[in-house]
């Protein structure tokens, strides 16, 4: 039998099944990859001295979108976005400034001597030819705010041209190819490319309508799509054609779920979706905003910019949909409107409902004539301002209205306006269905009304935001003598030191008497038994819930910390006892244990106890067993009027995040576990 060849990887295999499973495997999609960039790559050697290699990229961005670069003391390496680029730079030589460039095409070594032409050799690395270092030195330069800000977002920002020639291209030919599999399908690109607030080497957002009906049961006939089924069908094209996808993965258990992938001939990373068309009206809303003035995109570009830069947006963090709606929100405010709410552009349309929602508006409202006058860097003052003093606890954000709703307003959707009788509904049928206000932040789709869109924002990325927010209106404030000269460069590249405040948990636990329940036959706790008995609670939870060792400390009146046991803790002697503690389980994550059934007997300390140990060994079968670095200490204060300790929580060798995280969780459970907790003596002491 002939053996087959893969000529990219310079293999050879007994047949052409092994040869098929080769070209859909991770490693010669990888080398794929790795060509092609090479392909769009130009070397630059020796580089020209009087001329930055920053300016030298400025130069070659005229050939075409520059995806990626890296810069030597000697030679200069240039990844463009497209292969074209790379050819008419290649075609004719080049000279900038009366000086010929010795420019080169990349070559690609498949076994290279020594590390140092590996490393040559290798694709370029996307270190973001739009990251802070890549565009500082256009803040550098002796100009004006405004001059600067034009520079600035031509250097970031798609142009219309390359969203057309790059990105549109991308989904027509999807059309092609899937028509194969669903002869009515139509594909549409929603997100940052729909609304114009691209970056040069932003991602692709998809949704391909099927045109045909998707049944969500599993019961479905053979001959009705499910979403299970078009995965199957997607993902079989997408790995027979590795010319034109790779790095294919499917997430298909999200709440929307998506194929990633790489569509190789433009080299743009894209997720495709088959579910939900929302997607597609809420950027169509967010462009006709954008249409309404003229400041509206420099200001959402700075902004996403900002929160890209300092990483308060991202995975994991706050989405760019999320920023986008909390700006829009802000302008929609009394003392800005520039931007109307949705529903003053809903009342002159008759409603087009996708999915329970009414996702059209009328473009052709009119609207009253903008009167604000303020500047772009005014008015990043005023959204700075607006969101570091935000009660975001107990008010909900709301860019339906344009207002600020309370808790209590969502808690009884009776209190509701009539505008939000389509969210109603939802309050009734289904836990699930409900707004989730009940997180560290939460901002209302204007579309989707019973969707949080920062529901899964930390609290750390919270914090952050609050803390650059206040950062930004300092500089605001102070640059304002100035112009706004050095606004640019200031806020972009002043990182915000965390407050020693913020590695500080305070914990008070009271005595409260008058809830105090003492059995008649029953001896009157003293003060110290009291004092005793909370110690040892604390410890245990320290212990069995929270998963640390324990060491006990004390201060003495020279405040010298020295080593005691625990039966001298309750003694009057020690006013202050501290708790050195060490541990390596995040056990406040996934505390939703399913399939398990608990005694009812027994007590809440003993159940969260019992979570804790589940969450360990959940975590160790799924070999997502996380080890983290918990060191703090615990300060154990006692106060006699009113009758209470006071445990001061401080961040020793904990990173940052991981020590917020565990914070508000520890406050959480100490205050929940002991109010609930009864001594063994059946008396009520809290």
Not at 117 to 141: L, M, Q, R
Not at 286 to 298: A, F, G, H, M, Q
Not at 634 to 657: A, G, R, W
Request: hydrophobic content about 35%.
């Amino acid at each position: 039998m002939m053996s087959q060849k893969c000529d990219v990887c310079s293999m050879h295999f007994q047949d052409e099944y092994s040869l098929q499973g080769h070209l859909g495997g991770k490693r010669h999609l990888q080398k794929v990859q790795q060509l092609e960039a090479i392909e769009r790559s130009i070397f630059i050697s020796p580089l020209p001295k009087f001329i930055s290699p920053h300016a030298l990229i400025e130069f070659f961005k005229k050939y075409g979108a520059i995806k990626g670069h890296e810069i030597n003391e000697s030679y200069l390496f240039i990844e463009f976005a497209d292969r074209t680029s790379t050819e008419a730079v290649l075609s004719n030589p080049v000279w900038i400034y009366n000086v010929k460039l010795n420019i080169k095409r990349r070559i690609f070594h498949r076994n290279p001597k020594n590390p140092e032409t590996k490393k040559a050799n290798s694709p370029i690395e996307n270190t973001g030819a739009i990251c802070y270092n890549n565009v500082k030195h256009i803040f550098e330069k002796d100009t004006t705010f405004h001059n600067q800000l034009v520079t600035f977002l031509n250097t970031i920002q798609l142009t219309d041209a390359e969203i057309e020639t790059r990105y549109e291209s991308v989904c027509s030919h999807l059309d092609k190819i899937f028509k194969v599999v669903f002869p009515k399908c139509k594909t549409y690109k929603f997100g940052s490319t729909q609304t114009g607030l691209g970056f040069k080497e932003c991602d692709l957002d998809i949704y391909m309508d099927i045109g045909e009906p998707i049944i969500e049961s599993t019961n479905a006939s053979t001959n009705m799509w499910t979403m299970q089924k078009i995965f199957k069908e997607v993902r079989r094209i997408m790995f027979r054609m590795s010319c034109v996808f790779s790095n294919i993965i499917s997430i298909p258990k999200a709440k929307t779920p998506i194929i990633k992938f790489c569509y190789v001939k433009k080299n743009i990373s894209c997720d495709i979706s088959f579910k939900n068309s929302l997607s597609i009206y809420k950027s169509n809303l967010i462009k006709y905003y954008i249409s309404l003035d003229s400041r509206v995109k420099p200001l959402m570009m700075l902004i996403k910019y900002w929160a890209r830069n300092f990483k308060i947006s991202g995975s994991g963090k706050m989405s760019n949909y999320a920023l986008v709606l909390l700006i829009i929100f802000y302008l929609q405010q009394p003392s800005v409107k520039i931007i109307p709410p949705l529903l003053e552009l809903q009342k002159t349309c008759r409603p087009q409902i996708i999915n329970g929602w009414q996702v059209n508006f009328d473009k052709n409202t009119k609207l009253p004539p903008i009167t604000n006058n303020s500047s772009i860097p005014e008015l990043l003052y005023g959204f700075f301002s607006f969101y570091t003093t935000f009660k975001y606890k107990s008010q909900i954000i709301c860019p339906l209205d344009g207002k600020i709703h309370t808790e209590l307003e969502f808690k009884d959707v009776d209190s509701l306006p009539p505008y939000m009788d389509r969210y109603k509904p939802c309050f009734t049928e289904d836990e699930n269905f409900k707004l989730k206000i009940n997180r560290d932040m939460c901002v209302q789709d204007p579309i989707e009304l019973n969707h949080n869109v920062t529901g899964g924002t930390p609290f750390s990325t919270l914090d952050t935001f609050i803390q650059y927010c206040a950062n930004g209106a300092a500089i605001c404030t102070e640059t304002s003598k100035n112009d706004y000269k050095n606004l640019l460069k200031l806020l972009l590249s002043t990182i915000v030191k965390r407050k020693a405040a913020d590695n500080i948990c305070k914990i008070t636990i009271s005595a409260n008497q008058k809830t105090c329940i003492i059995f008649s036959k029953k001896p009157k706790l003293t003060n110290s038994d009291w004092y005793f008995t909370a110690f040892n609670m604390v410890k245990d939870i320290f212990e069995k819930v929270f998963k640390v060792q324990v060491a006990f400390l004390t201060a003495d009146v020279e405040s010298k910390q020295q080593r005691i046991d625990i039966s001298d803790v309750h003694t009057e002697k020690y006013e202050k006892i501290i708790l050195h503690c060490n541990g390596s389980h995040c056990v406040w994550r996934n505390r939703k244990i399913k399939g398990i059934i608990l005694d009812p007997s027994i007590s809440c300390l003993e159940k969260e106890a019992l979570i804790s140990d589940q969450v360990i060994e959940n975590q160790e079968k799924e070999k997502s067993v996380n080890r983290i670095n918990l060191d703090f200490v615990c300060t154990f204060e006692k106060n006699l009027n009113p009758l209470q300790i006071i445990l001061t929580v401080s961040n020793q060798n904990t990173d940052e995040n991981i020590f917020q995280q565990f914070a508000i969780f520890a406050k959480s459970k100490l205050v929940h576990i002991i109010q609930r907790a009864w001594t063994t003596k059946n008396v009520c002491i809290f």
